[in-house]
């Protein structure tokens, strides 16, 4: 045989490279194989990041450190199946990290993920590219962009898929998206509810759990509850409610149940279904108190139809919501109390709970938790509104403390509810002198500061309806409440600015309190309200009246006007017409400033001071008694004209006799011509010193004393015109009359009657101005003044009128012209007819013809106002 030969191996080409097995520890070194062109390298490289991956967030965080995020991007559409597929599980891994979910947004590679869900796909795939838009799908920007990218489709077509993970995954990412409005009505296009209810007969409860959230959310739109009820969704629902093995779906279910009876026509259906018993029996009866909290809140909800509360009503769900409030859960507590606040809407409800619910409903106003006591504050709130039963009940059950209490609640929905509570009970007297014995007016104090619109103005309401008595505002005046009762008056809010009015109008009720408001600013934001059409409302401009009313003197510097209602009081004082936006200063300042060019403010004060000094002849400016009379200058004149008169015939002059003897006659003669001479040098003296005294007289009346009460000055003339009308014209039973004779007074104390001709002679400025000099003051007291033109004479009649009972305007015209009105009955009307006629205005004639009257229409009037 012959020998073998061996055959020799024949070496490889020299352009191939020989095959290198290389294990790698370092995961930096597996993230560079991904740059690779071998598709089984990348395959491997994939499946070992995978398992790191999977290790925890370290990992993940570290990958992303490493630079792996990148070049995987670009596998996602790589050719190869596997390195495809390994690919997208990485990224179903990384996808909850958040800094690898704000890298891929960066990277835009939603639409790359998305095409992973194609039907062709294997289910892997579709399991982990399913896992990635559900971890994405948590943050809005993500939601965007599955939506812009069409993603919404391909998922809800994975509802149907046979891997449960898949149908999890889809289904989680649709319930991300669902949360925002656009989604949903795209859901309801794509006929969505179908799959979604199908997945309710899952046997796995994630997924049951899922579904129901879902349709939580989307049930929320009135197409979606049609749609839901349409494929028979409300029986799915009422299963699940009543199979007890599915206890941890019941509270998911109850939302849903809730959204659904928001339709009148499914509440029927669920009442025909038997499932409105079972909701209130699950309400009632259950241990579990978030299905107790649920089946209130579906009860809220479907409340606040009218037809939804009368069917409630007939199936006696009240019983079950005071049921509810005994319970140890708040949010149940809370839920029940929304409740009955939207069964309260029907009247049969309100009724009910005034025995059963309003106990229940005080006693959580003491909790704890400041929710249930925002909860039960509204529930009263909306129970006591128009029923005075039920503000009765609250009153009974001791409800006030605590109401009082939750006024300095930290939640402003508390504070405005018991503000509410506290305005609708105060609308009745018995209930209102209750509440005002509480200290409420302190309380309202703090609401009343609040920066929260509604609080300010359920405060301000509630001051409104509280505030009727003296006693009330006076404490709110002393509690330092009228201050951000002012402020309110410049809310931009309409609600605000009109229930503040309303508290301004009922607090203005008394001059103290209108004073004190008027000091604070509330008639100029009040008069700046009123001047804008869009900012005033009704209570703006009778708060603005009344504060005038109550503050005469500024009424009319302001308006120009008093009614017959408006009684000069002592201490009116008339400064004449003010541009607006000028302030009015008090008479305190006025009668301090030295006498100048403007025009005399005249005063009406008939009230002597409460102290008197007593007369001395030796020092009369140091017993002047504080707040005495600027006219105490005439007193002084007449005083000194007694003292003279006096010593001018005196039994000692005339029994003296002269030493050197001679004849008593001329003694006597001699003697009367000295006395005389001795006469009208003293009463010179007296009337040097007078007119040196008066000036100071008055400014120590009008700067008084540190140590006491300033009072505006005394005058004596005009409470001697009070005491001479009030004898001579008061008793005269013809109004007409009365009217006329007092007319003729006032002309007969102002100088007379001064006819049209003679008016330019009739020098009446000089005499003011005399006054002024005499007085060195500004401030004249009206019956200083015995010479006066129309606005002197109006004034002084009106003055007069009201002090005995004679109802007259006073009217401000143009170029020093004012005048009273009046309204006489017709009497050749009297008699005629039953129904009276209404009476007539007419002008008092107070300068040419004196007692005249003239009708306001006509030519005499006119004339007289004008001329």
């Not at 073998?4 to 520890?25: A, G, L, N, Y």
């Not at 089984?40 to 630079?67: H, P, S, V, W």
């Not at 792996?68 to 495809?84: F, G, M, N, S, Y």
């Not at 000069?568 to 305190?588: A, E």
Request: contains cysteine; charged residues 25%.
């Amino acid at each position: 045989m012959g020998k073998k030969i061996k055959k020799e191996v024949e070496p490889p080409p020299k352009d191939v490279f020989d095959p290198v097995t290389i294990e790698s520890k370092k995961a930096a070194t597996v993230v560079l194989m991904l740059n690779s062109p071998e598709e089984e390298i990348l395959a491997k490289a994939c499946e070992a990041i995978y398992r790191f991956a999977l290790k925890g967030e370290e990992n993940k965080a570290t990958l992303l450190e490493l630079g792996a995020v990148e070049p995987l991007t670009k596998l996602l559409t790589h050719e190869d199946k596997i390195v495809r597929r390994n690919a997208t599980m990485i990224f179903g891994i990384l996808a909850s990290n958040n800094d690898v979910k704000k890298l891929l947004r960066e990277l835009d590679v939603m639409n790359s993920v998305i095409a992973q869900l194609a039907p062709e796909e294997e289910v892997v795939i579709h399991e982990f590219a399913s896992l990635c838009l559900a971890n994405l799908s948590a943050e809005y920007t993500s939601k965007v962009q599955i939506f812009e990218n069409g993603g919404l489709e391909p998922l809800i077509r994975l509802l149907a898929s046979p891997d449960p993970d898949v149908k999890k995954n889809s289904l989680e990412c649709i319930y991300n998206l669902v949360q925002d409005f656009q989604c949903r009505a795209a859901l309801r296009e794509l006929n969505a509810i179908p799959p979604i209810l199908d997945l309710l007969k899952s046997e796995y409860p994630i997924i049951q759990l899922l579904a129901l959230k879902t349709l939580g959310i989307i049930t929320n739109d009135k197409e979606s509850r049609t749609m839901l009820r349409d494929n028979q969704g409300v029986e799915h629902l009422i299963k699940i409610l009543e199979t007890k093995e599915l206890n941890d779906l019941h509270i998911e279910a109850l939302s849903v149940i809730a959204n659904c009876l928001e339709d009148m026509d499914t509440l029927v259906l669920i009442q025909q279904t038997g499932g409105l018993k079972k909701l209130l029996s699950f309400a009632e009866n259950s241990t579990i108190p978030d299905i107790q909290k649920n089946a209130a809140k579906a009860i809220t909800k479907a409340a606040y139809d009218p037809e939804n509360r009368k069917l409630f009503h007939e199936q006696e769900v009240e019983k079950c919501l005071v049921a509810l409030l005994g319970s140890e859960n708040d949010g149940t507590k809370i839920a029940a109390s929304q409740a009955i606040s939207a069964m309260c809407e029907n009247t049969g409800s309100k009724e009910f709970f005034n025995n059963q619910g309003i106990p229940q409903l005080i006693l959580l106003l003491k909790s704890d938790s400041e929710e249930v006591r925002e909860a039960a504050s509204l529930a009263l709130a909306n129970l006591t509104t128009c029923n005075t039963a039920n503000a009765n009940a609250v009153a009974e059950a001791d409800g006030i403390d605590p109401l009082i209490n939750t006024l300095s609640s930290k939640r402003d929905g508390a504070v405005a509810n018991a503000a509410m509570v506290l305005a609708n009970m105060a609308m009745q007297e018995p209930l209102r002198v209750n509440i005002q014995n509480h200290d409420v007016m302190r309380a309202l104090v703090c609401p009343l500061r609040s920066a929260n619109p509604v609080v300010q103005s359920k405060a301000a309401l509630t001051v409104a309806a509280t505030a009727c008595d003296v006693e009330a505002r006076t404490e709110l005046r002393n509690s330092g409440g009228l201050e951000p009762l002012v402020e309110l008056l410049r809310s931009k809010k309409d609600e605000v600015r009109r229930h503040a009015s309303w508290a301004v109008m009922v607090c203005a009720n008394d001059e103290p309190t209108a004073v004190e408001l008027c000091k604070l600013g509330a008639l100029d934001i009040l008069e700046e309200v009123n001047l804008s059409v869009s900012r005033k409302n009704k209570f703006s401009e009778a708060a603005y009246n009344k504060l005038l009313n109550n503050n005469l003197s500024l009424k009319y510097n302001v308006t120009g006007y008093l009614s017959p209602s408006n009684i000069i009081s002592d201490g009116f004082y008339d400064y004449g017409q003010i541009n607006p936006g000028t302030k009015l200063l008090p008479l305190k300042d006025l009668c301090l400033q030295d006498p100048s060019d403007q025009r005399a403010v005249l005063l009406v004060n008939s009230k002597a001071p409460d102290v008197l000094p007593p007369p001395s002849t030796e020092d009369k400016s140091s017993d002047v008694g504080y707040g005495r009379s600027i006219s105490s200058s005439s007193s002084l004149r007449k005083a000194s004209k007694e003292k003279t008169n006096t010593g001018f015939g005196s039994p000692t002059e005339e029994k003296s006799e002269p030493p050197s003897g001679r004849n008593t006659a001329v003694s006597k003669g001699a003697t009367k011509e000295k006395g005389s001479r001795k006469s009208r040098g003293k009463k010179e003296e007296e009337k040097v010193k007078e007119e040196e005294e008066a000036p100071t007289l008055v400014k120590l009346m009008a700067e008084g004393s540190p140590d006491k009460e300033w009072h505006p000055p005394f005058d004596p003339d005009f409470c001697v015109y009070v005491s001479e009308v009030t004898k001579s014209i008061a008793p005269i039973t013809n109004i007409k009359e009365q009217i006329e004779v007092l007319a003729k007074y006032v002309a007969e104390k102002m100088g007379g009657k001064v006819p049209k001709e003679k008016l330019p002679d009739f020098s009446w400025e000089l005499h003011i101005s005399e006054l002024k000099f005499q007085l060195k003051s500004n401030v004249i007291p009206i019956g200083q003044i015995k010479k006066g033109i129309f606005y002197h004479r109006a004034l002084l009649f009106k003055a007069l009128a009201d002090k005995i009972g004679i109802g007259c305007s006073l009217v401000r015209g143009e170029y020093g012209r004012a005048w009273n009105e009046v309204k006489l009955m017709n009497a050749s009307c009297k008699g005629l007819t039953r129904v009276h006629p209404p009476p007539e205005v007419y002008m008092v004639d107070l300068m040419f013809h004196p007692g005249g009257l003239m009708k306001l229409r006509s030519k005499e009037a006119d004339l007289y106002r004008y001329l």
